[in-house]
């Protein structure tokens, strides 16, 4: 069975600064998809990158780029000049490309402080 | 674009009473998700549907049911509500495109359920 881990409940970081948030996971297969989520207060789910496991780039958008370390089963994320609005749960998630269920992480929550 | 809608936003029931949750979606995605999460947690897959009559379990499906008549809409029913259903339920869709299921998922905004 495939598992999400994210061992950090909850950070702190002052606005502009620059966080990582880990994430490792587990399956013995090689085609699957990766997700970062964040949800805000508001509780929307936001998808912020994606990342397919047979590509080696390291997937970017804009403040966000992700370091996909495939061997290790390591996926973390990091926010570049970080900003307030930043400040949300985030979620990371697996999905096997054979299956149709994603599987989620128990979430980092981030605060960014002004 | 309305994408996913979810109704209510925010529900109190009594242990024993039966609900349902609406869901529907405007993307004429195939695939459909309810979710559950509980305080502090991630979520926890209840059901799927992959297209208009075919649904699946999740993760955590007792206590739930679930239809798919059409593609616009998936239904959650809760039966015989219990404490332990307190949560907030996302509903979320996709499209599956040229064989690669590499769509995300949209989401609705969530259902704040309370079973007193």
């Known amino acids: 069975a495939q598992t999400v881990t994210q061992s950090q409940p909850e950070m702190s970081v002052q606005e502009a600064e620059t966080v990582t948030l880990s994430c490792t996971y587990d399956t013995s297969e090689n085609n699957y998809y990766l997700f970062w989520y964040k949800q805000p207060p508001s509780r929307q789910m936001i998808l912020v990158i994606r990342?397919?496991?047979?590509?080696?780039q390291n997937a970017t958008e804009n403040r966000f780029s992700v370091n996909f370390q495939k061997a290790a089963k390591s996926f973390s994320l990091k926010i570049s000049d970080s900003q307030l609005g930043d400040t949300a749960m985030y979620f990371c998630?697996?999905?096997?490309?054979?299956?149709?269920?994603?599987?989620f992480g128990k979430g980092t929550r981030l605060h960014i402080l002004p | 674009n309305a994408g996913v809608t979810q109704t209510p936003k925010f529900r109190i029931l009594k242990i024993g009473q039966s609900m349902t949750l609406q869901c529907t979606q405007d993307?004429?995605?195939?695939?459909m998700y309810w979710y559950r999460q509980d305080p502090g947690m991630g979520l926890k897959l209840i059901y799927y549907?992959?297209?208009?009559?075919?649904?699946d379990k999740g993760e955590v499906p007792n206590g739930y049911n679930v239809s798919r008549s059409t593609t616009e809409d998936f239904p959650l029913r809760l039966e015989l509500a219990a404490p332990s259903q307190t949560s907030v339920y996302f509903c979320?869709?996709?499209?599956?495109?040229?064989?690669?299921?590499?769509?995300?998922?949209?989401f609705g905004d969530g259902t704040r359920l309370s079973i007193l």
């Open positions: 990342q397919e496991a047979y590509k080696q």
């Open positions: 998630a697996f999905k096997l490309n054979r299956d149709d269920k994603i599987i």
């Open positions: 549907s992959v297209g208009a009559g075919i649904t």
């Open positions: 993307m004429n995605h195939n695939y």
């Open positions: 979320a869709s996709s499209n599956r495109g040229g064989g690669v299921s590499n769509q995300p998922q949209h």
